[in-house]
């Protein structure tokens, strides 16, 4: 299939060598009954290119199953992918079919297939091999003539070194592997992109639109997107909301980036999503008060160390018992970095704030802006987190 037919059938926006590579790549094997791999950091475009590989294959009319195997919970990601027999454990009262089933003739993709368990990566190989799988709770094959494209933003040949990943199923599915370049590789992409998405936002929301003045867009080409298309977008947003009706200058530009970048995010207007019930909303919240206050408890610390020693010195004299006090403060803060209580267990400050965020970014349906917003931190100290945290994909929503 040509590229353009691809690019209007999918709607993939761009004209960097690295996007026309991919869709190349995608004319090239869209038709051919073959498993593909497709690799890219998040929010790159991955799920948009299984969806063009599919409407370009003859499978379109069928369906196409998106799964987010990091989102699913490893006891029941086989009874979804395969689905189970009436009695197969406690719950399942009713035979249900899987995803496997469900996608027959049409194309399943597998997303974030680096944090499928093991056990159920040999069953999708055999999927792949021979079409049959066996639903959960069941003794008799089925078959299921399915086409699979898997995705990734992480190494998969890496996790196949740590043994986290099945060297079999590796293999078999790395043969077609489409590579899709980060934002910052295709810069001259951004100015495109941010047409479609500003004039789709604007129509839908009835804002005026004046356009960007070439140097906003340049301005732009200086930011390195980590969080590459799906930031764009949400950035294109915001700033149109916040410069309402306005043609958006270089000026805004920074100014919004550097807001991100520094404090906080001055922008209130965003779409904040509130469906948590009281239990966990107040969960949450005590949560978030212990972060607060081991941030506080950090700080105060840091504050001490600063303070001049020779008030430490005046105390010696004064109370001779001093310098045993300060041992035991010393004995104390040498697990400092738990918080303790009956209640709420210890605690590490790190495994706080990464749950924190892993919540705060499911509260708002993984929009990063507001998370980060919420969190009180810059969006690219988030992303950062999220990074070091390794977080990234558990906190997507199944499909
Ligand atoms: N080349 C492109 N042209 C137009 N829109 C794009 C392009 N690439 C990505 N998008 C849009 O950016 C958003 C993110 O894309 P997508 O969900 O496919 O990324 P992803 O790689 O699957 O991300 P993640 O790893 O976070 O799941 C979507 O709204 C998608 O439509
Ligand atoms: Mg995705």
Redesign the pocket.
Known sequence: MNIDLIKQKS????ESDG?KQVLEMVGQVANVDISVLIN?E????????SKAIHLGSKRSLKELVVVNCGAIPEGIIESELFGHKKGAYTDASDTRKGYFETADNGTIFL?EIGDMPLETQVKVLRVLESGEFMRVGDSKTKKTDVRVIA?T?KDLGKLVKEGKFRQDLYYRLKTVTIN?PPLRERKN?IRL?VD?FALQFSRTNNIKYKGFTPEAIKTMHQFSWPGN??EL?NFVESILILQKGERITADMIENQLLDEDDTQIKNDSLPVVINRDPDQAERELILRQLLYLRQDIEELKLMMKESNFSELNSMRNINPNFDSTIQNNEIISQNDNLIKGDVIGAFNTKDLEKEMIIRTLEHFNNNRRAAAKSLDMSERTLYRKINDYGIEKKI?KTH
């Not at 998040?42 to 290119?49: A, H, R």
């Open positions: 709607g993939i926006i761009g996007i890219g998040s929010g790159t475009g991955k799920e948009l290119v997303d995705a933003n899709i992409d992109l479609r298309i799906r977008r997507k």
